[in-house]
């Protein structure tokens, strides 16, 4: 199984569209990576779990699902680098793969360490392009496809039949 650790917030501000979109609104610049991330998730087949820092939230933490996107919210005084770390950890095992998407070089050092792979947000949102692109066009075929019959017809006969069921025959 592979999992993909996110860095909530690292991703965020790495993120053209996102760090836009924190400018106005931070819980539209997180649901929004939510979004994108189960698009991620539906199409790559991957657990992926995303870490934000209770710096922005105060509270306690917190743990929800979202679109099968497993969303944390840090305690406060533990940062999602070192929340990461631990699940790394944790979850680290010879039928797991786990990848940690953040552009915090010591993080990624640290997570290398661990045997896991770093991506940084640069390699996800071009990964993400690419898994966007690929939705469209399976999306693009799906549509263009003619719906089947229930019953194998040859074009000159499922032709006759539209004629027919126009009103043209």
Not at 20 to 25: G, H, I, S, T
Not at 110 to 127: H, P, T
């Amino acid at each position: 199984m592979n999992i993909l650790l996110v860095d909530g917030y690292n991703i965020i501000g790495a993120w053209p569209e996102l760090r836009e979109l924190k400018q106005r609104d931070l819980s539209a610049a997180r649901d929004r990576l939510i979004e994108l991330m189960a698009e991620y998730q539906a199409f790559m087949g991957y657990r992926v779990i995303i870490v934000f820092d209770a710096y922005y939230v105060q509270g306690v933490s917190r743990t929800f699902k979202n679109h099968k996107v497993e969303v944390i919210f840090t305690r406060e005084n533990e940062t999602a680098d070192e929340r990461i770390e631990k699940m790394a950890i944790e979850l680290n095992n010879i039928k797991t793969q786990i990848q940690v998407a953040t552009s915090d070089y010591t993080e990624q050092w640290v997570i290398f360490g661990q045997g896991a792979l770093r991506k940084s947000a640069r390699e996800l949102l071009i990964e993400m392009e690419q898994v966007r692109g690929a939705i469209k066009k399976d999306v693009s075929k799906t549509t263009k496809k003619k719906p089947a019959s229930k019953i194998p017809l040859s074009d000159k006969v499922a032709e006759t039949f539209e004629k027919w069921r126009r009103g043209k025959l």
